[in-house]
């Protein structure tokens, strides 16, 4: 599977101390937010987004519906993100409880809604950069 997402260095959207140079090469996903609110954004309300998690180990996993889904995700969506109502469209109707094992082994990510405050919305962005010698890409 070629699908490594969020790895290895990041661009962060607020000041930080950090000295961590980009170097050619690279690859950058820069992720920018916008709201019509305030301007901050928290995870919250009830997730529908996952992500198998790229780099994570074998686990023998106790509940047989949990290895099904786990095999229906690996076969379907690989380590890009999906979200549940896709698991329903490959015939996957009673996975709450086995995609909370999968993510409880830390083999799928969640990815719950960024919200802002009451009435406000918040859109998600992202432009993937190319660090080369004479430019970005």
């Avoid at 950058?28 to 954004?41: D, L, M, Q, R």
């Avoid at 698991?87 to 993510?103: C, E, M, P």
Wanted: charged letters at 25%; one cysteine or more.
């Amino acid at each position: 599977n070629p699908y490594q997402i969020h790895g290895g260095k990041t661009v962060p959207i607020v000041k930080s101390h950090d000295q961590t140079k980009m170097e050619e090469g690279e690859f950058y996903a820069i992720e920018t937010f916008a709201s019509n609110g305030k301007g901050w954004v928290v995870e919250d309300l009830e997730c529908s987004h996952y992500m198998k998690v790229f780099d994570a180990p074998h686990t023998p996993l106790r509940v047989k519906s949990a290895k099904t889904l786990l095999n229906a995700i690996d076969e379907n969506f690989g380590t890009l993100a999906f979200c549940r109502r896709w698991l329903d469209d490959i015939g996957q109707t009673r996975h709450i409880l086995a995609l909370k094992s999968l993510v409880d082994n830390d083999l799928v990510q969640p990815y719950p809604p960024l919200c802002e405050q009451r009435g406000s919305y918040v859109s998600q962005m992202e432009h993937t950069i190319l660090i080369k010698s004479t430019c970005k890409e």
